[in-house]
């Protein structure tokens, strides 16, 4: 178990903030909603507007209460400066901008089951990169992991695989996977920083990076007003949804889970996304 990095709360917080399978148990569910809230948000949000309100609101959620830590960990933010902005760009802003874009070809099912490649990924980085070794049931498990993760990519048919012919929302999905892999193995570099601190420099990162999608990608300087004056009504409220629970409650439940168990057994937890996704993708979308 590795020691965190600093003490969240007393109390009720910390009663709940000390239990990090309670944390990492809860955090899949938010984040298997986000994939249903992607695939809901299309025509009714763009996914570039919806990034940028989501970590503008998020921000705007916990910085006042973030504000007198802010100050007393300026010295350690100043230093750790990059590694807080490549949380915000890579494992927030990268992966949802995916995550939306695949949600336009491919289904909330899939998507939500395709997310189980994370954990995967980061068990083979910590083993390439940090020598970090396995059991034989992670091997296994890894193992059937990849295999029905290409199962779904190439929609049950293995010979697409000879021609590439992967669906394009398929192929963003595994690419988000990837990026939040990165995320969780970049995390163990963490600053010693309060956790208010982290998410407010990570969302103000997250914000930063949401707005150069929407200039590069999501036609320019102007295009957020255009954005948010064709947001309906259920736009509006998955802007809310997203804000808050898959933003700010689950970031900091999974930060929270890695800096006690660690990133390999923190991202098993991971593979609950395809179990929570997928029966809210049937109840609530009615997908197949």
């Given at each position: ?43 009714q949000v763009d ?15 916990v910085l006042p ?212 996704g997928t029966i ?9």
């Amino acid at each position: 178990m590795t020691k965190p990095h600093a003490t969240p709360g007393s109390g009720l917080t910390s009663l709940v903030m000390d239990r990090p399978y309670l944390l990492l148990t809860l955090t899949p569910l938010f984040w298997a909603g986000n994939a249903v809230a992607g695939k809901m948000a299309v025509d009714q949000v763009d996914p570039y507007t919806l990034i940028v309100m989501r970590w503008l609101a998020a921000l705007l959620i916990v910085l006042p209460f973030a504000w007198r830590h802010l100050k007393a960990d300026w010295p350690a933010i100043r230093k750790g400066w990059l590694m807080l902005t490549l949380y915000g760009a890579i494992g927030y802003t990268g992966f949802n901008v995916l995550l939306y874009g695949a949600a336009h070809y491919t289904s909330a099912v899939n998507t939500s089951i395709e997310q189980a490649l994370i954990p995967v990924l980061v068990i083979l980085a910590n083993f390439v990169i940090f020598r970090v070794r396995s059991t034989p049931l992670q091997l296994l498990g890894v193992f059937l992991t990849i295999f029905g993760v290409v199962y779904t990519a190439v929609h049950g048919d293995f010979g697409r695989l000879v021609t590439l012919d992967v669906n394009f929302g398929d192929a963003l999905m595994i690419l988000a996977s990837i990026s939040y892999a990165a995320y969780s193995l970049l995390l163990r570099y963490r600053p010693s920083i309060h956790w208010l601190s982290f998410l407010v420099t990570t969302f103000a990162a997250a914000l930063m990076a949401g707005y150069v999608f929407q200039v590069l990608l999501g036609g320019g300087f102007g295009a957020i007003f255009t954005g948010l004056a064709h947001t309906t009504p259920l736009g509006w409220a998955i802007i809310a949804y997203v804000a808050f629970l898959p933003s700010v409650i689950a970031q900091l439940f999974y930060a929270r889970g890695v800096e006690i168990i660690g990133p390999n057994r923190a991202s098993l937890f991971i593979n609950l996304i395809p179990v929570y996704g997928t029966i809210l993708s049937i109840v609530i979308l009615s997908e197949p």
